[in-house]
């Protein structure tokens, strides 16, 4: 299992999971515990297993909530100076 933070040098990658519906959100190992609880607090739900952490919005949410929660989710931790990647697929653009 790898971690796609990890690999690309980032602190949280948000994107949805491949072959499935689920948003999740990878942050670094060993992030800070202060960073778990800003995503915690912006939404995600925490999970985990073995030694990994990670956090996964709830399955109930329409499109436009997820693209609500992911958008403030990426704006709320580049102000906060974390390196913080959203897959452009979960934004919904205006129209």
Known sequence: MSNQADDNGIDVLIHRRALSTTVVAE??????????????????????HAIY?????????????????????????????????VDDRLIQQPQ
């Open 53 to 85: 952490t990670w956090h996964e919005l709830p399955d109930t949410m329409d499109a436009a909530e997820i693209s609500r929660t992911c958008r403030r989710a990426e704006n709320t931790l580049l102000a906060a100076r974390y390196k913080a990647v």
């Open 27 to 48: 942050s670094r190992t060993g992030a800070p515990e202060i960073l778990l609880a800003a995503l915690d607090g912006l939404g995600f739900e925490r999970k985990s």
